[in-house]
């Protein structure tokens, strides 16, 4: 992560958020139709690290599938990344939106 020093929103590492994005692609099998979101945020909630990353999978005419990973980039490793395979993503976008870990 980058600080800017005028104090505007730090900017991520680029080349850490294509290295995410290429592990998801392998771990998940995402396809090329597939837009895939990578953005590191504060986490608010009482029990959650100060930082995570959120890790969104949209494609046309579907719910967005969404992970979570309490880590902030510069700190997630491919295994992090590969254990998404075994998690049931959070849906947004649906009628019914389904709950997912914090």
Known sequence: ???DPAGARP??????VQQIKTWVTEALHVGEDTTLMVTEMRC?????PPIK????LMETAQPIRQYK?????ADI????????ATLQPKIVGSSVEQPADK
């Open 53 to 56: 990353t959120v890790i969104a």
């Open 77 to 84: 490793l491919q295994e992090d990344v590969a254990q998404l």
């Open 11 to 16: 900017k991520a590492d680029l080349r850490l």
């Open 69 to 73: 990973i309490h880590k902030p980039l």
């Open 44 to 48: 608010t909630t009482p029990d959650c």
């Open 1 to 3: 992560m980058l600080i």
